[in-house]
């Protein structure tokens, strides 16, 4: 699934609390990203709201790339002794301003072992800033 960062989040209909979301970290293996290397608290934050989805979706999702976790469909992640199971939810940040951000639970991996660099405003929000 793919969808452009900051584009109007769609991909779940039944959502009726009125809230604008955006989307983050929607990537797929043939589209370009930008790239970055990750600051230690980000991905402590990321970590913490990959352990926490808000969504859980009907399937799982893998990594376009070739190291998924063969048999369970889905990529495991660690952080320090802690380890998860990403690519079957979602994740929402708000940021002060009031802007929501959805991104796959395997955002946590795509930052941490692709370098991807989610847009600005979204890791501000993550941090709380």
Known sequence: ????????????????????????????????????????????????????????????????KPHQDAGTGMTRASLGDEEILLGAAEIEVASPDGSWYVAPDLIYHYVKEHRYAPPDEFVRACLGA
Request: hydrophobic content about 40%.
């Open 1 to 64: 699934m793919h969808f452009d960062d900051l584009s109007p989040y769609t991909f779940t209909k039944d959502i009726s609390d009125g809230k604008a979301r955006r989307n983050v970290g929607w990537l797929a293996g043939w589209a370009p990203f930008p790239k970055a290397e990750p600051a230690p608290a980000f991905l402590a934050a990321l970590f913490a709201l990959s352990k926490n989805p808000v969504r859980k979706g009907p399937g799982a999702h893998v990594c376009c």
